[in-house]
C-alpha cells in the first residue's frame, strides 16, 4: 500500500513563490506517474500538474492550462518523490494540493486515473 506525504504549503502573498513536497513510501516505482491536484474553496477538486514516465529515466510534464508557465513539477532523485515549484502564485491558487500517484504509469490530467493520494497541503495566497 502506497502512502503519500505531502509538505511545503504555507501562507504566501500574491506574486510569491512556494515549493511543495511528495514523497511516496512503500513500493513506488520509478514507472509510476505521480502528479498534482487542487481544491479550492467551494470547487471540485482540479488537475494542476502530471509527471510521467516516459523511459530511459526520463519524464514528461503536463500542466493544466491556468498553470502553465507559473508551476514546474519535477521528480526527486529516488524518483518516488514529486515537486511543484510555484511561481507567481495569485489569489486564485489558494486551495488544498493534493499528491497523486498512478501505477499505471499514465498519470492523466482526471481524478479518477489516479489511485493513490495524499492528504493534501493547504496553499493560501493573500491579495
Known amino acids: 500500500q502506497e502512502q503519500l506525504v505531502e509538505s511545503g504549503g504555507g501562507l504566501v502573498q500574491t506574486g510569491g513563490s512556494l515549493r511543495l513536497d511528495c514523497a511516496a513510501s512503500?513500493?513506488?516505482?520509478?514507472?509510476?506517474?505521480m502528479g498534482w491536484f487542487r481544491q479550492g474553496p467551494g470547487k471540485e477538486r482540479e488537475f494542476v500538474a502530471t509527471?510521467?514516465?516516459?523511459?530511459?529515466?526520463?519524464?514528461?510534464?503536463e500542466y493544466a492550462e491556468v498553470v502553465k508557465g507559473r508551476f514546474t513539477i519535477s521528480r526527486g532523485d529516488t524518483k518516488n518523490t514529486v515537486y511543484l515549484q510555484m511561481n507567481s502564485l495569485k489569489p486564485e491558487d489558494t486551495a488544498v494540493y493534493y499528491c497523486?500517484?498512478?501505477?499505471?504509469?499514465?498519470?492523466?490530467?482526471?481524478?479518477?486515473?489516479?489511485?493513490?493520494w495524499g492528504q493534501g497541503t493547504q496553499v493560501t495566497v493573500s491579495s
Open positions: 512503500g513500493r513506488t516505482a520509478s514507472s509510476y506517474a
Open positions: 497523486a500517484a498512478d501505477s499505471r504509469g499514465w498519470g492523466p490530467p482526471y481524478l479518477s486515473g489516479y489511485n493513490y
Open positions: 509527471s510521467r514516465w516516459s523511459g530511459a529515466n526520463t519524464y514528461v510534464a
